[in-house]
């Protein structure tokens, strides 16, 4: 009877101490991702295990080189990605982070 009235009294005590809530800040502006069809699935799937920056700092990479890099965080590192996520993600990091093209800094030689 004693080990149910403290089991009571513990359950009781559980319900009435304050939830312990770990805030985190917010991403650094330069590691926001930018904006496009496929982003909220990246910040669910890909912000569980690290930062937007580690996105934002690789390498513009064909739609290949990602569904690689993708396939890769699952099967080396474990990422929890469902299976109907992986080719969201990888087309939007293809799309936001792909290829660019080449910049013109100046006009060309003069003649």
Known sequence: MAAIILTCLAM???ELSP???IELPADNSMA???PGPG???VQADCGVCHSTDYVVRQPHKS???WQA???RMITAFG???PKSDEGIIAKYLATAYGPQPPQKDHPGPVR
């Open 69 to 71: 890099e993708v396939t």
């Open 19 to 21: 939830k312990k809530v």
């Open 79 to 81: 990422a929890p990605i």
């Open 32 to 34: 926001e991702l930018k």
């Open 12 to 14: 009781f005590a559980a």
């Open 39 to 41: 982003l909220k699935t």
């Open 63 to 65: 739609a290949k080189d």
